[in-house]
């Protein structure tokens, strides 16, 4: 079966068509400028912005991005103990994170203790973490740890994942504490991804112009 093709003029006719209230899109700019630490700007924004729970957070997210774990876990704990007490997953992987700097600074014996004491009890506890202990212990049985098959552990944007997933975790604890849109969860994110499961569905049954890039969210025509 053909699948019907929406031209470019047709496309962005459509998209005219969708109104969008100002108050909606000031909401989504204010909750990205929180989440993501913005400060001066955010402050700029609203009059109704907590700036010492903004500054502390990204406090946090700085220290892990560096590879300050041990520093990151005081952090959060001065802000809110509860936050690591009921995530498990988040603690393990804070961790699992301590465990691949010990890695990257090449502090073996000190590394293989840390994974047995620490890592391995919850690893028994749960099999996802255990998959996860194994591959980042497996970097030590490589030279070149960099370019064995888990040498992405070793990547900055293995810091950045774990520190967006502690950020996200402080936002939610902060959004319980004060129903906000400035401290609730990030919206762009899921909004990006409600883009991509859309445009997925809608490739079943039409050709149409795509965002395909959505750095700069240009449409591009549709192949026919």
């Known amino acids: 079966m053909s699948k019907k093709v929406i031209t470019r003029e047709e496309w962005e006719r ?4 969708v109104k969008i209230r100002k108050e909606d ?14 400060v001066e700007a955010a402050e700029k924004g609203s009059a109704d912005i907590d700036l010492a729970t903004i500054t502390d957070r990204m406090a946090v997210k700085k220290a892990l991005q560096s590879g300050n774990v ?14 690591l007490d009921t995530n498990p ?15 990257r600074s090449g502090k073996i014996e000190e590394a293989l203790e840390f994974a047995q004491e620490e890592l391995a009890p919850r ?3 749960n099999q996802s973490f255990l998959e996860e202990l ?26 950045l994942k774990t520190a967006s997933e502690l950020n ?11 129903e906000s849109i400035l401290v609730a969860d990030p919206k762009l994110p899921s909004l990006l991804k409600m883009l991509i499961w859309a445009q997925n569905q809608l490739d079943e049954k039409a050709a149409y112009p ?15």
């Open 134 to 159: 194994e591959r980042t212990v497996a970097l030590l049985a490589f030279e070149d740890v960099k370019n064995c098959p888990y040498g992405e552990l070793l990547d900055v944007s293995q810091r």
């Open 210 to 224: 795509r965002i395909n890039n959505l750095t700069t969210a240009a449409l591009e025509d549709p192949a026919v």
């Open 14 to 17: 459509k998209l005219k068509d």
């Open 89 to 103: 997953q988040l603690y393990f992987h804070l961790q699992q994170q301590r465990l691949i700097e010990l890695i």
């Open 25 to 38: 899109m000031n909401k989504l700019v204010m909750n990205f400028l929180v989440t993501e630490g913005y």
């Open 123 to 125: 690893g028994e506890e």
């Open 168 to 178: 996200a975790a402080i936002l939610t604890s902060q959004s319980h504490e004060k």
């Open 70 to 83: 041990l520093d990151a876990i005081e952090k959060v704990n001065d802000l809110n103990p509860t936050i």
